[in-house]
């Protein structure tokens, strides 16, 4: 069984525990930082989207051209580029990084920030909005002649692009948590993307979403998903909890006076960021070694959920997700560069140790 890592780049070293202290892009940094994922193993990088950030396709480029291998998840909001554009914009960043794109489709959970970009449509007209665009740019690559389209929020006449990505389509990935999510991303995502649940939850969340799949006459099994984790690593457990709880001080020490960090008020939190939330009420560990405490500092701003433990507790601890369903584990750490070469280092081989060996342990027993 092949399970696919990702890791997260910034453009500047910054994090929950860490105060940006220079430029919001450091060129030097960001280069280093997408080396350093790939000489860790890793097979793609998100580059997230922010109101506020460098814009995705100007890092995907420069980090392309940064490395060799390793693959480029680039976030994206619908509404904010028209989809045709998109197609092309999407395409060529494909065709110039070798084949290397994929698409990562974030509707947008909070108002507040989307109207940051001019967006003022609520949160079930985005995702109509993103079923519609995802539509069109899947119908911009395949075609071989001008199309028209008459939609809700899109309309256009004899629309076409030379550019198409180099195998055909890009994959994609798709995020979210709500009825409308699991309406959306069960007809279009290749992969979908989870935050760190415990397992029962989480299993809970690819049921909905491979019945979504099916309603919409998919295979469910063709559907993949993503879970999303912040490793704490130390070499025992012991050490690797003393280290979390340093960490969750400098956390608390930097959180504003309601117990977040969030770029928007509290009441426009996402569902799936309510679910991180509602499963620390619930107890601050899960299952081997699913700690949320950090979710709750943050007000569950992002992935935040940490897998506690010595390399091989947390890769244990993965490997309960994939038993589960989980194809692929994107993992980021609270100290961004240090953390990604210590996956590379002591987590991800040990993961990858044991799927090889239960792959072999498959094939003999088939024989």
Same mark, same amino acid.
């Given at each position: 069984?092949?399970?696919?890592?990702?890791?997260?780049?910034?453009?500047?070293?910054?994090?929950?525990?860490?105060?940006? &202290?220079? %430029?919001?892009?450091?060129?030097?940094?960001?280069?280093?930082?997408?080396?350093? $994922?790939?000489?860790?193993?890793?097979? &793609?990088?998100?580059?997230?989207?922010?109101?506020?950030?460098?814009?995705?396709?100007?890092?995907?480029?420069?980090?392309?051209? $940064?490395?060799?291998?390793?693959?480029?998840?680039?976030? $994206?909001? %619908?509404g904010f580029v028209a989809p045709t554009l998109a197609a !092309?914009?999407?395409?060529?960043?494909?065709?110039? +990084?070798?084949?290397?794109?994929?698409?990562?489709?974030?509707?947008?959970?909070?108002?507040?920030?989307?109207?940051?970009?001019?967006?003022?449509?609520?949160?079930? =007209?985005?995702?109509? &909005?993103?079923?519609?665009?995802?539509?069109?740019?899947?119908?911009?690559? =395949?075609?071989?002649?001008?199309?028209?389209?008459?939609?809700?929020?899109?309309?256009?006449?004899?629309?076409?692009?030379?550019?198409? %990505?180099?195998?055909?389509?890009?994959?994609?990935?798709?995020?979210?948590?709500?009825?409308?999510?699991?309406?959306?991303?069960?007809?279009?995502?290749?992969?979908?993307?989870?935050?760190?649940?415990?397992?029962?939850?989480?299993?809970?969340?690819?049921?909905?979403? &491979? *019945?979504?799949?099916?309603? $919409?006459?998919?295979?469910?099994?063709?559907? !993949?998903?993503?879970?999303?984790?912040?490793?704490?690593?130390?070499?025992?457990?012991?050490?690797?909890?003393?280290?979390a709880h340093r960490i969750l001080e400098t956390i608390n020490?930097?959180?504003?006076?309601?117990?977040?960090?969030?770029?928007?008020?509290?009441?426009?939190?996402?569902?799936?960021?309510?679910?991180?939330?509602?499963? =620390? *009420?619930?107890?601050?560990?899960?299952?081997?070694?699913?700690?949320?405490?950090?979710?709750?500092?943050?007000?569950?701003?992002?992935?935040?959920?940490?897998?506690?433990?010595?390399?091989?507790?947390?890769?244990?601890?993965?490997?309960?997700?994939?038993?589960?369903?989980?194809? +692929?584990?994107?993992?980021?750490?609270?100290?961004?560069?240090?953390?990604?070469?210590?996956?590379?280092?002591?987590?991800?081989?040990?993961? #990858?140790?044991?799927?090889?060996? #239960?792959?072999? +342990?498959?094939?003999?027993?088939?024989?």
């Amino acid at each position: 069984m092949t399970v696919e890592f990702i890791g997260m780049i910034r453009t500047a070293d910054t994090s929950e525990i860490r105060p940006r &202290r220079g %430029p919001a892009i450091d060129p030097d940094y960001t280069a280093r930082f997408a080396r350093a $994922h790939e000489e860790a193993g890793f097979d &793609r990088v998100l580059i997230g989207y922010h109101s506020w950030d460098a814009d995705g396709f100007s890092v995907a480029a420069y980090a392309a051209a $940064h490395t060799e291998r390793l693959g480029l998840l680039l976030a $994206h909001r %619908p509404g904010f580029v028209a989809p045709t554009l998109a197609a !092309r914009k999407l395409a060529t960043l494909d065709q110039f +990084t070798g084949g290397r794109l994929a698409l990562h489709v974030i509707s947008g959970a909070s108002e507040t920030e989307q109207r940051r970009d001019g967006d003022y449509a609520d949160k079930p =007209a985005r995702y109509r &909005r993103t079923d519609e665009y995802l539509d069109i740019v899947k119908r911009v690559w =395949a075609a071989d002649e001008p199309i028209d389209h008459e939609g809700e929020f899109y309309r256009f006449q004899g629309a076409r692009s030379d550019v198409k %990505p180099v195998h055909g389509r890009l994959p994609i990935y798709f995020g979210g948590s709500s009825a409308d999510a699991y309406r959306v991303g069960g007809r279009h995502a290749d992969v979908y993307a989870l935050w760190g649940e415990p397992l029962a939850e989480t299993a809970e969340q690819i049921r909905a979403v &491979r *019945e979504s799949a099916a309603s $919409h006459g998919r295979d469910p099994d063709e559907v !993949r998903f993503s879970v999303s984790f912040r490793p704490i690593l130390a070499d025992t457990d012991e050490q690797a909890w003393e280290r979390a709880h340093r960490i969750l001080e400098t956390i608390n020490s930097r959180t504003s006076p309601d117990g977040a960090m969030l770029a928007f008020p509290a009441n426009e939190r996402g569902v799936g960021s309510q679910r991180l939330l509602a499963a =620390a *009420e619930k107890g601050e560990r899960h299952d081997r070694a699913l700690w949320t405490a950090t979710a709750k500092a943050t007000g569950a701003a992002g992935n935040s959920t940490a897998l506690v433990g010595s390399p091989e507790t947390v890769a244990q601890a993965l490997l309960d997700y994939v038993d589960i369903g989980v194809t +692929t584990l994107l993992i980021r750490g609270y100290e961004p560069l240090e953390d990604a070469v210590d996956y590379g280092r002591r987590l991800i081989p040990l993961v #990858r140790a044991e799927l090889e060996r #239960r792959d072999r +342990t498959a094939a003999t027993a088939a024989r």
